[in-house]
């Protein structure tokens, strides 16, 4: 079978989790025999990291085209040029036959260009909307968004496609979104299966902590959606009670450290008020910001050495950030406005309301565990991992795509 994948940015991009789990799909449909191939842009990727643009090179294995646009170009930018000129776009569909057409995220015109061409063409179409079409994704820019669903190649890319779900959270959002937008019943056309989580996860972070303290780690986007706030206050009401898994001396609440890794230019605003809020709980000194993304083993390693890992979204269709977190033996505390709800089942970390008093409520009775309780939910926690891997859940996505070529 020869997939096609159409989509904004693509790995080594880290500009968002579909281009990692986008590219572990490929690589195990790869493995399995498959060909695969990928139109991309050059979005998030510097000259310096050396991959040819505007010409095929293979990634892993892979098949990829980035187009070239200019450098620092905004993905609203390079939305408006597919969309003024979309010559480019489609002659590289043309030139690139599939049998499945799987497209990704609803908010790209590059997404829904390749949509209605493969409605033209007859070409089994596959939707995987990460997440675009749950209701808390219509909060912000709506009027935007409702001018982008205005467009009409936009609705037909739509109406009678097949769609990918990453959870059953989020298969529920697709319907209803789905009813709304064009009078569509979808339940039968969605298929429910977790991303995949890329072997190379699995290896381990450093063996040095990138901190001479203990932490409290969130990594992911510095987004309001992330409710980051209700984390800081959250950790400011804690106690940690001593912790014997790091060593034989107690600790007092103001040596474990909450460390927030990621961009903080992505809405500078809404950054000045959590450090705000930091300064007013008063925990300069207890509160890290890198500023910055942080990638590949770096990123491995401070999963490694966090004592937990604290997902606070208000909203995630399924956070890769949680498998990544498992791969390294971390403990996850994820919200229940996450589908995270097996960490609990699998005793691999907690699941409470997304308010500073039930996560501060997980976090101390984290800090509360002895020794072998917190080996326990390292222990749990690597072991969901891996059912997550490749191998688990591969055979899953290629029923999927026999179904859509199918039907």
Not at 136 to 164: C, E, I, M, T, Y
């Amino acid at each position: 079978m020869n997939i096609l994948f159409p989509i904004g940015s693509y790995y080594p991009s880290q500009q968002g989790g579909p281009c990692n789990s986008v590219h572990a799909l490929a690589k195990g449909l790869v493995k399995t025999g498959h060909k695969v191939q990928v139109i991309t842009t050059n979005f998030d990727i510097p000259e310096s990291a050396g991959i040819p643009f505007d010409q095929w090179t293979e990634v892993e294995g892979i098949q990829v085209y980035y187009m070239r646009f200019p450098a620092g170009a905004s993905p609203a930018k390079i939305d408006a040029r597919i969309l003024l000129s979309p010559g480019r776009f489609f002659s590289l569909l043309e030139q690139t036959p599939c049998d499945v057409m799987h497209t990704t995220m609803l908010f790209t015109i590059m997404s829904h260009q390749a949509a209605d061409y493969a409605k033209r063409q007859n070409i089994p179409l596959l939707w995987s909307p990460r997440g675009s079409m749950m209701s808390d994704a219509f909060g912000r820019s709506s009027l935007k968004k409702k001018l982008f669903l205005s467009l009409p190649f936009v609705k037909n890319g739509l109406q009678q496609a097949h769609f990918h779900a990453t959870s059953p959270e989020e298969a529920t959002d697709i319907a209803h979104w789905m009813k709304w937008y064009t009078g569509e019943e979808v339940t039968e056309r969605t298929a429910i299966i977790p991303n995949i989580m890329s072997d190379e996860l699995f290896a381990p972070g450093g063996a040095m902590s990138p901190y001479p303290y203990k932490y409290v780690l969130y990594l992911g986007r510095i987004h309001p959606i992330k409710k980051l706030e209700n984390l800081i206050e959250a950790f400011a009401r804690i106690k940690p009670h001593p912790n014997p898994l790091q060593s034989g001396e107690g600790e007092s609440g103001s040596e474990v450290r909450l460390v927030i890794a990621g961009w903080t230019g992505e809405d500078p605003e809404y950054t000045r008020s959590l450090k705000l809020r930091v300064e007013q709980l008063r925990l300069g000194d207890r509160v890290v910001f890198t500023e910055k993304r942080v990638e590949g083993h770096d990123k491995a390693t401070l999963y490694r050495h966090a004592e937990v890992f604290v997902l606070p979204s208000e909203s995630e269709n399924f956070g890769m950030v949680v498998l990544e977190s498992l791969a390294q033996g971390v403990p996850v505390i994820a919200s229940n406005k996450t589908p995270w709800q097996i960490l609990e089942k699998k005793g691999a970390g907690f699941w409470p309301a997304n308010d500073p008093a039930s996560l501060a409520e997980s976090l101390s009775l984290f800090f509360s565990l002895n020794n072998d309780e917190r080996k326990r939910l390292a222990t749990n926690a690597a072991t969901l991992a891996r059912e997550y891997n490749n191998e688990a859940l591969i055979g899953k996505y290629l029923k999927m795509y026999e179904e859509v070529v199918k039907k």
